[in-house]
Structures are given as C-alpha cells and as structure tokens.
C-alpha cells in the first residue's frame, strides 16, 4: 500500500489552457473524494465518487470543471479554460466506507499556478 | 448546512506545554464525525484523531486527545508535551451522517511551537 499518489505535483499553466490532474487512491478504498485549498484556507470541498458513482458536485464547481473515476480506481479532474482565480493545491483524498467511521488519507496534491 | 468555526487563526506554545485548538461546529445531524488534521509546512494533510458522535468517551491517540462536549457542540483538539515538529495548520473537518459523506473543513489553525 503506497498511499493515494497524485501527478503531477506541480502544473503551471496558461490561463485558458485545460489541465487534467490524477488520482490513484489507496487500491481498497472505495470512495474519492478531490478538494481544492488556497493559501491559508482550509481544504473545500468539490466532488466525491462512491466506486465510479459521482454523488455530489459542490456549487463551487462551475462547467469548466470535470471529474471522472471510470472504473472506480483512479480518478481526473479536469479544468478546462483555466483562469487565475483557479490557482490552487488540488488534493485528493480516498477513504473505506465500512459503518459510521471513514478516514480519509489524503495525496500530497497537486499544486496548479495558472499565470 | 454545516458549519465548522476554528477562531484562533495561529497560536504559540512553549516546547513541553500542553495546548488547546478549537473547535466548534453546527450539524442538524444525529450522527456525525469529527476530525482533526495537521498539515505541516510540507503540504500533506495527516489524520490526527477521529471522534464520533455517539462515542461516549473523548477520544485518544498519544499525545492527542479530543474534548468532546457533544450539547455545546465543540470538539477541541488538546495536545500534550507540546514537541518542535507540532508545528503546522491543524484542519478540524466533519462528515456527516452514517453512510459518511463529504467531509468538510474549518479554516484552520496555525500552530507555532517556541523552543
């Protein structure tokens, strides 16, 4: 068990350019989840896959974004037409839905500058 | 909706003090979970502690223990013998109901550790 992986680790990017970002999560886990952080915030939330389900998409997700799990293991998020206001730490994180406790180990994310 | 509130933006310890984050949240939930997170400078989000709403006792995990007051609606993060390598955010984050939906952060804590 390596631990959820992301790649790339650093992406720079000009703005109206698309990126696609993956997550490979622990093998077990059957829910992802990808979050975005600016500096000095607190993780927030953006989408979440139980096995390739996507169940919620928060508001904060406009059509340029896009995620897909499509055989329930690893995952993309998508960012089409990046703009500055996207640059951030995109983090992946994947959990074991076993009862009322769920974990969830996070990847070293991805760091998106968008200049 | 729910809410999670961390008040203190960053706070300062002497090594081998005890110090308290707080953390105070808002659920319509019965059933919920709540968790702490440190994120040191590194990047990586690292699963501290977890406490659940029906557990009776405060959770412990060495050097950490969760302040559990379940009617005020506050789950502070304690630790003890405060250590150099303590510093770093510290995330409190809550998931919701049994089947452990999308977790969600507070703003965070800056903790900063004096020698």
């Known amino acids: 068990d390596t631990g959820v992986s992301q790649d790339p680790r650093h992406k720079i990017t000009k703005r109206g350019q698309n990126v696609t970002f993956r997550c490979d999560p622990i093998?077990?886990?059957?829910?992802l989840y990808w979050y975005r952080q600016t500096l000095g915030q607190g993780p927030e939330f953006l989408t979440y896959?139980?096995?390739?389900?996507?169940?919620?998409k928060s508001r904060l997700l406009s059509d340029r974004f896009s995620a897909e799990r499509p055989k329930g293991s690893f995952s993309t998020l998508e960012i089409q037409r990046t703009e500055q206001g996207d640059s951030a730490m995109y983090l992946c994180?994947?959990?074991?839905?076993?009862?009322?406790?769920?974990?969830?180990?996070f990847g070293q994310g991805t760091r998106l500058t968008v200049v | 909706a729910q809410k999670i509130t961390q008040t203190q933006p960053g706070m300062f310890v002497q090594e081998k003090e005890a110090v308290t984050l707080d953390c105070t949240y808002d659920?319509?939930?019965?059933?919920?979970?709540l968790f702490w997170y440190k994120q040191p400078s590194s990047g990586e989000m690292i699963f501290l502690i977890y406490?659940?709403?029906?557990?009776?006792q405060n959770a412990t995990e060495g050097r950490y223990s969760l302040n559990f007051q379940k009617a005020r609606k506050s789950a502070n993060l304690v630790i003890s013998a405060s250590q150099l390598g303590d510093s770093a955010m510290y995330f409190c984050?809550?998931?919701?109901?049994?089947?452990?939906?999308?977790?969600?952060f507070g703003p965070g804590t800056s903790l900063s550790v004096i020698p």
């Open positions: 896959f139980q096995n390739e389900a996507q169940l919620e």
């Open positions: 093998s077990e886990h059957n829910r």
């Open positions: 984050a809550m998931r919701e109901g049994e089947r452990g939906d999308k977790v969600i």
């Open positions: 994180a994947s959990s074991l839905v076993q009862g009322p406790y769920t974990e969830a180990f």
């Open positions: 659920t319509s939930d019965q059933s919920y979970g």
């Open positions: 406490q659940g709403s029906y557990d009776e």
